[in-house]
């Protein structure tokens, strides 16, 4: 069974920065793409960021030059390094991962539990 522990949510004040980690376990042998989305209050879920296994990232406008995603496949982690917060950028943020559990396996999206991130004006 593949989990996914995020961690490093919390209340900061604006222009502060954070950073999330997320490390996958269990049955994995392989990991496509990683990423974290976000949702606000009354908002659909949205990607923040991504980066495939390759390793080009991508990024939400709204992120830009702020966040920083990173990988480390060794030890199955994605990490979201946000500066420069803003009150807009309060969410709960998720983490995704693309994981295919064995040789042959089609890879199935995996999220974590969600951590809060409050930015206070």
């Known amino acids: 069974q593949v989990q996914l522990l995020e961690s490093g949510g919390g209340l900061v004040q604006a222009g502060g920065s954070l950073r999330l980690s997320c490390a996958a376990s269990?049955?994995?042998?392989?990991?496509?793409?990683m990423g974290w989305y976000r949702q606000a209050p009354g908002k659909q879920r949205e990607l923040v960021a991504a980066?495939?296994?390759?390793?080009?990232?991508h990024y939400a406008d709204s992120v830009k030059g702020r966040f920083t995603i990173s990988r480390d496949n060794a030890k199955n982690t994605v990490s979201l390094q946000m500066n420069s917060l803003k009150p807009e950028d309060t969410a709960v943020y998720y983490c995704?991962?693309?994981?295919?559990?064995?040789?042959?396996?089609?890879?199935?999206?995996?999220w974590g539990q969600g951590t809060q991130v409050t930015v206070s004006s």
């Open positions: 980066i495939p296994s390759g390793g080009s990232t």
């Open positions: 269990g049955s994995i042998f392989s990991i496509q793409s």
């Open positions: 995704n991962a693309e994981i295919q559990e064995g040789r042959g396996l089609i890879p199935y999206d995996y």
